[in-house]
C-alpha cells in the first residue's frame, strides 16, 4: 500500500514536498516514480528512480524543479518541487513496482508502466 501526504495549495515560485509511505513491501527494493494529472489532461510521469541503475528521470517541463527521492530506514518517497508554476496544478500520485525506461511518460502507458498506486494529493499552484 501506498499512501500521499503533503499536497494543498501553494503560489506561483512557491515550494512543496510530498511524501509517500509504503507498507506491505520494502519501497528500496523497487523503482519507483511520481505520476500527475491535471483535469481533462493525460497521466504524466513526472519523474522515476530505477532501483536496477538508480537512473533517474524527470519530465523536461520539470527538470531543475523537481526532485525525487527515498528513505529506505523509513520506507518512504518524496517529490521535492520548487518554483512551482500555475501549470504544476494536478493530482500527485505515487507509484513503485514499474519501470524508469525513457518512455512512455504520459498516457495510458503510465497507468500500466507501475504495478502500485498511491490514493493521489492533490496540488495547486495559485496566487
Known amino acids: 500500500q501506498l499512501v500521499e501526504s503533503g499536497g494543498g495549495l501553494v503560489q506561483p515560485g512557491g515550494s512543496l514536498r510530498v511524501s509517500c509511505k509504503a507498507s506491505g513491501f520494502t519501497l528500496d527494493r523497487y523503482t519507483i516514480g511520481w505520476v500527475r494529472q491535471a483535469p481533462g489532461k493525460e497521466r504524466e510521469r513526472v519523474a522515476c528512480l530505477s532501483s536496477f541503475d538508480r537512473v533517474v528521470r524527470y519530465l523536461d517541463s520539470v527538470k531543475g524543479r523537481f526532485t525525487i527521492s527515498k528513505d529506505a530506514a523509513k520506507n518512504e518517497m518524496y517529490l521535492e518541487m520548487h518554483s512551482l508554476k500555475v501549470e504544476d496544478t494536478a493530482v500527485y500520485y505515487c507509484?513503485?513496482?514499474?519501470?524508469?525506461?525513457?518512455?512512455?511518460?504520459?498516457?495510458?502507458?503510465?497507468?500500466?508502466?507501475?504495478?502500485?498506486w498511491g490514493q493521489g494529493t492533490q496540488v495547486t499552484v495559485s496566487s
Open positions: 507509484a513503485a513496482n514499474g519501470s524508469c525506461l525513457p518512455t512512455p511518460v504520459s498516457g495510458a502507458g503510465v497507468r500500466a508502466a507501475f504495478g502500485s
